[in-house]
């Protein structure tokens, strides 16, 4: 018979080695890893649940479900892959902007339409979302822009940096204007944390005030059969989205309540918050998933609260917050200003677009058709989102890293009271940093190779 002694410490050797490679797979801020996949939980749940006209048209349950898990699991390996890749790397998107510039010129030639859409370009079955290439690659040349600007350069820097976001975010505003306002917005205000001159940023600011105003009256002035075909029919979806979202005050209350083909997505989402109370139907037992076109993309967020209550919704917009928190806290002990830009632009463009999301869902501003990250159902946004998480691990490994063994040897070092006990342990901390030192610089070393 086996010792239980030699069992046990078999057993307790081989959790060892599991949680050993747990940590060197899974490495950085452990909040923002716990996030993740809290959001991933919840996403495959809740498409699941979602999807049930496109199971009907397919006639199959399981592809939907099975699609989502293929692109979730290949975004997990893009977080791998990116957060072991030192951020210095990361300057290099202005390259990836020049790419993405190019697709979205090629997008309206050669894409493929969706719902009067054309943002999508397809090529060899593969389906790729140019827009949201050209978010990551703008955002990462902004905060690398930002990380060299100086009191001698800043006027260069400046231009360079409003320069490329009023034509990455012109060329998306042809054919989705909302992406476009999100994205300059998330832009300028990355340039305000980066200490931009105020100045600037207020003539800036003045100037896209000046347009909103501009394009709302022209919305309201131009005729309606200017907008029925031609390069002008996407301003008639902006015309009954800010007519339907302005005028429904002003109805009579059986009006009010009349579901039409104008108001039908935003009828049906505020029945399924309805529904949903305080605890939901729990997943599963949704009855709005029937009747919302885009139940498991832009108004998934109207499924979470019918099927996990109000407190699901809660709990889902707190990871949002947390993410926001989380990524300011890793910032904050950031020493280099390209990785603290990094981190904070990846962590605003995840949460704003999350809460412009949700407040589409509950109806306080009018349909973008944003996604929500992670959650909702996608193919390109969910790889670029899991790289945004990539981003701030990255960041957070390689950009404090030398800080806080810098810190630790100052700690250890800054005494010479003390037994032979303290010396000893103080001995052995040393050990276990120079082992870590000596790690990073293996893990580098094979990274450039």
Same mark, same amino acid.
């Given at each position: 018979?086996?010792?239980?002694?030699?069992?046990?410490?078999?057993?307790?050797?081989? *959790?060892?080695?599991?949680?050993?490679?747990? $940590?060197?797979?899974?490495?950085?801020?452990?909040?923002? &890893?716990?996030?993740?996949?809290?959001?991933?939980?919840?996403?495959?749940?809740?498409?699941?649940?979602?999807?049930?006209?496109?199971?009907? $048209?397919?006639?199959?349950?399981?592809?939907?479900?099975?699609?989502?898990?293929?692109?979730?699991?290949?975004?997990?390996?893009?977080?791998?892959?990116?957060?072991?890749?030192?951020?210095? !790397?990361?300057?290099?998107?202005?390259?990836?902007?020049?790419?993405?510039?190019?697709?979205?010129?090629?997008?309206?030639?050669?894409?493929?339409?969706?719902?009067?859409?054309? %943002? +999508?370009?397809?090529?060899?079955?593969?389906?790729?979302?140019?827009? *949201?290439?050209?978010?990551?690659?703008?955002?990462?040349?902004?905060?690398?822009?930002?990380?060299?600007?100086?009191? =001698?350069?800043?006027?260069?820097?400046? %231009?360079?940096?409003?320069?490329?976001?009023?034509?990455?975010?012109?060329?998306?505003?042809?054919?989705?204007?909302?992406?476009?306002?999100?994205?300059?917005?998330?832009?300028?205000?990355?340039?305000?944390?980066?200490?931009? #001159?105020?100045? $600037?940023?207020? #003539?800036?600011? @003045?100037?896209?005030?000046?347009?909103?105003? /501009?394009?709302?009256?022209?919305?309201?002035?131009?005729?309606?059969? +200017?907008?029925?075909?031609?390069?002008?029919?996407?301003?008639?979806? &902006?015309?009954? $989205?800010?007519?339907?979202?302005?005028?429904?005050?002003?109805?009579?209350? =059986?009006? !009010?309540?009349?579901?039409?083909?104008?108001?039908?997505?935003?009828?049906?989402?505020?029945?399924?918050?309805?529904?949903?109370?305080v605890v939901g139907v729990f997943p599963g037992n949704s009855t709005e998933r029937d009747f919302l076109p885009q139940a498991y993309s832009d108004f998934i967020y109207a499924i979470i609260i019918e099927e996990m209550g109000i407190l699901g919704g809660l709990f889902v917009l707190l990871l949002y917050v947390i993410i926001?928190? %989380?990524?300011?806290?890793?910032?904050r002990k950031t020493e280099k200003l390209f990785p603290k830009y990094l981190v904070l632009g990846s962590a605003l463009m995840l949460s704003i677009q999350a809460f412009v999301n949700m407040a589409v869902a509950?109806?306080?501003?009018?349909?973008?058709?944003?996604?929500?990250?992670?959650?909702?159902?996608?193919?390109?946004?969910? /790889?670029?989102?899991?790289? !945004?998480?990539?981003?701030?691990?990255?960041?957070?490994?390689?950009?404090?890293?030398?800080?806080?063994?810098?810190?630790?040897?100052?700690?250890?070092? @800054?005494?010479?009271?003390?037994?032979?006990?303290?010396?000893?342990?103080?001995?052995?901390?040393?050990?276990?940093?120079?082992?870590? #030192? /000596?790690?990073?610089?293996? =893990?580098? *070393?094979?990274?450039?190779?």
């Open positions: 018979m086996d010792d239980p002694d030699q069992l046990y410490e078999e057993g307790g050797e081989t *959790e060892s080695s599991l949680g050993d490679f747990g $940590r060197k797979i899974f490495k950085g801020d452990k909040v923002i &890893w716990a996030v993740f996949i809290a959001l991933c939980v919840i996403s495959l749940v809740e498409i699941f649940s979602a999807t049930s006209t496109i199971v009907y $048209r397919q006639q199959n349950m399981w592809s939907p479900i099975l699609r989502h898990a293929v692109f979730l699991i290949g975004g997990v390996g893009v977080i791998l892959l990116i957060h072991n890749i030192p951020y210095r !790397y990361f300057s290099s998107l202005i390259f990836v902007l020049f790419i993405a510039v190019i697709l979205l010129v090629l997008t309206p030639l050669i894409g493929t339409s969706v719902n009067g859409a054309d %943002r +999508w370009i397809s090529f060899m079955g593969i389906t790729i979302q140019p827009s *949201e290439i050209a978010k990551i690659s703008l955002m990462g040349t902004v905060a690398f822009l930002l990380s060299k600007q100086n009191e =001698e350069n800043e006027a260069l820097m400046f %231009r360079w940096m409003i320069g490329l976001m009023a034509i990455v975010c012109g060329i998306i505003a042809l054919d989705n204007l909302s992406t476009a306002m999100m994205l300059f917005g998330i832009c300028f205000l990355l340039m305000f944390i980066g200490n931009v #001159k105020f100045l $600037r940023l207020l #003539k800036v600011a @003045g100037i896209g005030v000046a347009a909103i105003l /501009l394009f709302v009256l022209m919305l309201n002035v131009i005729p309606a059969n +200017w907008t029925d075909s031609g390069p002008l029919n996407r301003l008639s979806t &902006w015309q009954n $989205r800010l007519s339907n979202f302005t005028t429904h005050k002003e109805l009579s209350e =059986e009006e !009010y309540f009349t579901i039409t083909d104008d108001n039908y997505q935003v009828a049906h989402a505020k029945i399924a918050i309805a529904n949903g109370s926001l928190i %989380r990524a300011g806290m890793i910032a509950v109806n306080l501003i009018p349909v973008t058709g944003q996604p929500l990250p992670l959650i909702s159902r996608g193919g390109t946004s969910t /790889l670029i989102t899991c790289a !945004y998480f990539g981003l701030i691990l990255s960041a957070d490994r390689f950009g404090i890293g030398k800080k806080k063994v810098k810190e630790n040897d100052e700690t250890e070092t @800054g005494g010479d009271e003390g037994n032979d006990n303290d010396n000893n342990s103080r001995n052995l901390l040393k050990e276990i940093k120079t082992v870590d #030192k /000596l790690e990073d610089k293996v =893990e580098f *070393e094979i990274i450039q190779v």
